[in-house]
């Protein structure tokens, strides 16, 4: 994973941005976590990111709309979205988008990393 140094979660379950940032920082990657969209976005300036990591369903602002804000701003950083709610039609919109991947939850930890780790050598 050397190409990538800097990975952004966000996700508004407490205990699963915090597995996320246990997992992803134990890859060696330095990982910034954000309780909501809003609160990325308010620091997004201020931080270089390799890679987002999102919930799609969060309250406030969701990780597509996200996602949307982010390519209008010309932030082409790599999105991977992540969800509880499976959802066919929101996953086509993202992946036509441009989104690098989706899993729906509970999703097994090793897919995540291999994603990750496909985008650094890409």
């Not at 915090?18 to 060696?28: F, K, P, V, Y």
């Not at 999102?54 to 949307?68: K, P, R, S, W, Y």
Request: charged content about 25%; hydrophobic content about 45%.
């Amino acid at each position: 994973m050397s190409n990538l140094r800097s990975i952004a979660v966000v996700e508004d379950d407490a205990s699963l941005l915090a597995a996320l940032e246990n997992l992803i920082g134990s890859h060696g990657l330095d990982v910034h976590g954000f309780a909501n969209a809003e609160a990325f976005l308010a620091q997004r300036d201020s931080i270089e990111i390799d890679c987002l990591i999102t919930d799609v369903q969060m309250a406030g602002m969701g990780g597509v709309e996200l996602f949307l804000t982010m390519r209008r701003n010309g932030d082409t950083t790599p999105v991977i979205f992540m969800t509880a709610f499976e959802d066919e039609r929101i996953h086509r919109q993202v992946m036509r988008a441009g989104a690098a991947a989706y899993f729906n939850k509970p999703f097994d930890c090793e897919d995540v990393i291999e994603c990750i780790e496909h985008l650094a050598i890409k």
